[in-house]
C-alpha cells in the first residue's frame, strides 16, 4: 500500500535533468521530449536511445487493460530475463521518480553512476524482490528529499501533495533481446517482444500507440526518452 503522498515530478526534462544530475547520473545522458510517434519525429531523437518514458492518464480503460492483461499474463506465462531491475510503486504520485530509477537501473552497464543516493540504493536494492525495493524506495531519503525539491520547481502552479493526480508515468528499456515495459503499479514486468538497442524507440512507440487507441477521447498523454546528451 502507498504511503507518504507526494507532489508530483512534473514531465519536464529540464526538471528531470537536475533530478538525475542532483542523484549521480553524468550529464552526457539527459530526458528529451518525444515530440511524436510517427517515424519522421523519432528521428528527431537524439540516439542511442537507453529508455521511453510515457506520462498517461489513468482511466477505466487502463484499469481494464491492466487487469485482463495480467490475468493472460498469470495463466499463459511469459519470459522474463533475470537481469531485469523491477520494483513496486509504493509511494504516492512518485511513478516518476520510479520510472526514472527504472530506466537508469536497466541501464548501469552504459550509465557510469557517480557515488551518492541512487547508487547506494541500487547497490542495497540489487538483491531484493520488486516489493522490497518499494519499501526501500521509502527509506531512501536522498532520493525522496531530491523529488520533492525538483517537485517545485518546472510548475506554473505546483499542486500540493494532497491535490488529486490522475496520470502515471511508465518505462521501457530493452533488455537481453526484449522490450520492457516496468510499471510500478502492475504485478510485474511486461514482455512487449524482440527489439534491440537500435529499435527501441520505434518498438516503444508502437506500445503508447496501444496507450493513446485504448483512450481515444483523450489527449493528456506525454512521451519523454533518456538519450546520448547532443
Partial sequence: ???????????????????????GVPSKWNIVDVMGLEPEMLSWVPRPVLS?????PVSDAYEEHKQK?????????????NNIFYMKQNISNACGTVALVHSVANNTDKINL????LKK??????PLDAAARGTLLEKSEGIINAHKELAQEGQTNTPSAEDPVNH???????????????????????????TTPDTLLEDAAKVCKQFIAR???EVRFTVIALTEAN
Wanted: glycine letters at 6%; charged letters at 25%.
Fill in 121 to 126: 540504493f541500487l547497490d542495497e536494492a540489487k
Fill in 69 to 81: 492483461e495480467e490475468n493472460e499474463i498469470l495463466s499463459k506465462g511469459q519470459e522474463v530475463t
Fill in 52 to 56: 521511453v518514458m510515457l506520462l498517461f
Fill in 114 to 117: 557517480t557515488d551518492g543516493h
Fill in 215 to 217: 483512450d481515444p477521447n
Fill in 1 to 23: 500500500m502507498a504511503t507518504e503522498t507526494l507532489i508530483p515530478l512534473e514531465s519536464n526534462p529540464e526538471v528531470m535533468n537536475k533530478f538525475l544530475q542532483k542523484l
Fill in 168 to 194: 502515471h508515468f511508465i518505462t521501457f528499456v530493452h533488455l537481453d533481446g526484449a522490450l520492457y515495459e516496468l510499471d510500478g503499479r502492475k504485478a510485474f514486468p511486461i514482455n512487449h517482444g524482440p
